[in-house]
């Protein structure tokens, strides 16, 4: 049973927000001249060697079984490898906007993968606040969906998408699995780092797409923000949450990431928040109220429970 959200966990579920929201328009800075594959890379390549760090800073332990090991590339390939590299392929061709209202169904795979996997009970509270949220999403980017063409290539794009989501949601689940093994998030994920950033040069390597670095002020300082905040912050505050309260809610943060992302577009784009817009982003508020706080009555059983 997944217990009860604590100030820790809000602080985390924050943290995370606020870091992963704002890399929706940092990762704008590394496309162009790298390819997206191989700029996947070099983030993943950069975070493991800073969490490596933290690990041995920490001394957790880096002397992993076989089955760990195994169970870290599949962390590898599936969070920090297929999860990306499918994102930054989209967004050459999908608005942030479509890109985001996909990524924000991991709610609900989240959700079924614990329940499948892990054993954990699904919340009906807790899906109606998704499905609230996600509907908040639908009306803030609908003139992304309305214009989109069904029928066009980028299509292909939005399907990379989908399985991007399902990508993360099952690396969501390894990491859950991972610390109920009694590893730390710090020493699988710098491990998952590792494992994933191995895959993702090697698929580059054999499609021969081009090993390159862009030595601008640009892609060096949006891959530095994407090192630092959105890998090392992000990834330590939200597989941390994972463990805590489980995949299911932890995943609402995904949800909350646009609403971000709209306010540092009105802050550096001149977006301009209409009445409606502000409606959608009060509705995956309350999505997100409702996800993550339990009834008074529900409270007070889990209290009288730990009596």
Known sequence: MVSQITRGDFALFVITVLAWGTTWFVILGQLGV???????????????????????????????????????????????????????????????????IVFSTMVFWNALGARLFLGQPLDSRSLLGGVVGVFGLLILFRTDLLAFDWQSENSLALIFCLLGTLSASSGNLVSATLQKRQLTVWNSTAFGMMYGTLLTFGFALINDLEIQFHWTTLYVGSLLYLVIVGSVIAFG????????IGPGPAAYATVMFPVVAIIVSVLFEGYQLTLLALAAVGLVVVGNWLALSKPKDRKSACRACRR
């Not at 975070?47 to 041995?56: E, H, Q, T």
């Not at 505050?237 to 805590?244: D, E, K, V």
């Open 34 to 100: 790298v390819h997206p594959v191989v700029s996947v890379g070099w983030r993943f390549l950069l975070a493991s060697l800073i969490v490596f760090g933290i690990c041995i800073t920490r001394t957790d332990r880096l002397v992993l079984t076989l089955s760990e090991h195994a169970f870290c590339v599949l962390l590898g390939l599936f969070l920090f490898c297929l999860n990306y590299g499918l994102f930054y392929t989209a967004s050459l061709s999908l608005t942030t906007g479509l890109i985001s």
């Open 237 to 244: 505050s939200y597989l941390t949450l994972i463990g805590r």
